[in-house]
Nanobody, 114 residues
Framework: QVQLVESGGGLVQPGGSLRLSCVAS????????MGWYRQAPGKQRELVAS???????NYSYSVKGRFTISRDNAKNTVYLQMNSLKPEDTAVYYC????????WGEGTQVTVAS
């Protein structure tokens, strides 16, 4: 059974930082490109950052320079370091694994507010 479990979300003030983690089980993690998506209320889910099997990264324009995606294949974990957070970063953040099949986590809430 495949599971992607996100953690690390919470409430943070503007300008603060959070690090999200996603632990995968039931898949050969190193075979999967991984991504972080987010969905704000009333909006479509959007890609925030992705990382290939080899470690190449890609970011949406809105988070480039503030967020960093990384992976640790030995721990079956992908991370999203989020710095300089803004209220518009408020959303549910989802972990995604996509190869021949696609898997999603349940999401973790990130709220940026004073």
């Amino acid at each position: 059974q495949v599971q992607l479990v996100e953690s690390g979300g919470g409430l943070v003030q503007p300008g603060g930082s959070l690090r999200l983690s996603c632990v995968a089980s039931g898949i050969i993690f190193s075979n999967f490109p991984m991504g972080w998506y987010r969905q704000a209320p009333g909006k479509q889910r959007e890609l925030v950052a992705s990382i290939t099997r080899g470690g190449s990264t890609n970011y949406s324009y809105s988070v480039k320079g503030r967020f960093t995606i990384s992976r640790d294949n030995a721990k079956n974990t992908v991370y999203l370091q989020m710095n300089s957070l803004k209220p518009e970063d408020t959303a549910v953040y989802y972990c995604n694994a996509r190869a021949s099949w696609e898997y999603w986590g349940e999401g973790t809430q990130v709220t940026v507010a004073s």
